[in-house]
T-cell receptor, first 114, second 113 residues
């Protein structure tokens, strides 16, 4: 079973920041938080991951609380093309970690509206 | 290639028919994963290869499901005697090495009628 809890859906206005929450209260010390998204009729796409520090890349920012029990994915200026299902996943190991498969939950369906 | 390629894109099978789904991973990617995604659900892990070795097949739902990767590149997921509950999108992902970021294909949508 997925170890994360996400709201089933969210709306966001185009051009505004989209803030997607995720609860992972049972996360272990060696587990990272990963975010993927899946646009309709495509496979999941990696967005970002982190352990305990906040992370930023060209796609998004990841804010992890100090106790690591929750996190927020931030899309700073959402566009219509960001409409997708966003999955928050906790997984042992980082980018070079040893755990193989990803365990997906149901994710959050983000709808960006004009 | 530039990405993970899966074929066919769509497959309709009559119940009881055998099907074979193909995955061409990114060249040089050692790790390969198969996932099954039912409508409205997140992807669920089926099996994992490192080169030609199938290291984890714990997610295969029954012995009707079989996967192979004989030369450590192309992989085939075979489903024997398909049932209606096998209808789903089958996703393949590859990565440079175990634990590195995954690149997913667009999937094969299987419909069993």
């Amino acid at each position: 079973d997925a170890k994360t809890t996400q709201p089933p859906s969210m709306d966001c206005a185009e051009g505004r920041a989209a803030n997607l929450p995720c609860n992972h209260s049972t996360i272990s010390g060696n587990e990272y938080v990963y975010w993927y998204r899946q646009i309709h009729s495509q496979g999941p796409q990696y967005i970002i991951h982190g352990l305990k520090n906040n992370e930023t890349n060209e796609m998004a920012s990841l804010i992890i609380t100090e106790d690591r029990k929750s996190s927020t994915l931030i899309l700073p200026h959402a566009t219509l093309r960001d409409t997708a299902v966003y999955y928050c996943i906790v997984r042992v190991g980082g980018y070079g970690g040893s755990q193989g498969n990803l365990i997906f939950g149901k994710g959050t369906k983000l709808s960006v509206k004009p | 290639g530039a990405g993970v390629s899966q074929s066919p894109r769509y497959k309709v099978a009559k119940r009881g028919q055998d099907v074979a789904l193909r995955c061409d991973p990114i060249s040089g990617h050692v790790s390969l994963f198969w996932y099954q995604q039912a409508l409205g659900q997140g992807p669920e892990f089926l099996t994992y290869f490192q080169n030609e070795a199938q290291l984890d097949k714990s997610g295969l739902p029954s012995d009707r499901f079989f996967a192979e990767r004989p030369e450590g590149s192309v992989s085939t997921l075979k489903i024997q005697r398909t049932q209606q509950e096998d209808s789903a999108v089958y996703l393949c992902a590859s990565s440079f090495a175990q634990g590195y970021g995954y690149t997913f294909g667009s999937g094969t949508r299987l419909t069993v009628v």
